[in-house]
Nanobody
Framework: QVQLVESGGGLVQPGGSLRLSCAASGSIFKVYAMGWYRQAPGKQRELVATMTSSGSTNYASSVKGRFTISRDNAKNTVYLQMNSLKPEDTAVYYC???????????????WGQGTQVAVSS
């Protein structure tokens, strides 16, 4: 059984910062790309940032220069440091990972349960 568990969401004022964490746990053989997506009310889920196991990153243009993704491969954990937050960053943030479970032969895609981020004064 594999789980992605997010933490770190909350309410913050515009211009503030939050740090999200997501730990992959369970019977894991290998983790490949990990990343963050978000879904605002009435909108489709969108990519925020991803990072490969070798460290290559990809960011949505709307968060470049404000958000930073990082990961600890030894802990199968990915982080999202969010600075200069804006009201339009308000959304449920979901962790995503491509990984091969123990006993598996190919990578599967997994999602976390989501964590709410609200930016408001």
């Amino acid at each position: 059984q594999v789980q992605l568990v997010e933490s770190g969401g909350g309410l913050v004022q515009p211009g503030g910062s939050l740090r999200l964490s997501c730990a992959a746990s369970g019977s894991i053989f290998k983790v490949y790309a990990m990343g963050w997506y978000r879904q605002a009310p009435g909108k489709q889920r969108e990519l925020v940032a991803t990072m490969t196991s070798s460290g290559s990153t990809n960011y949505a243009s709307s968060v470049k220069g404000r958000f930073t993704i990082s990961r600890d491969n030894a802990k199968n954990t990915v982080y999202l440091q969010m600075n200069s937050l804006k009201p339009e960053d308000t959304a449920v943030y979901y962790c995503n990972a491509d990984l091969t479970p123990i006993g598996g032969e190919v990578p599967y895609n997994y999602w976390g349960q989501g964590t709410q981020v609200a930016v408001s004064s």
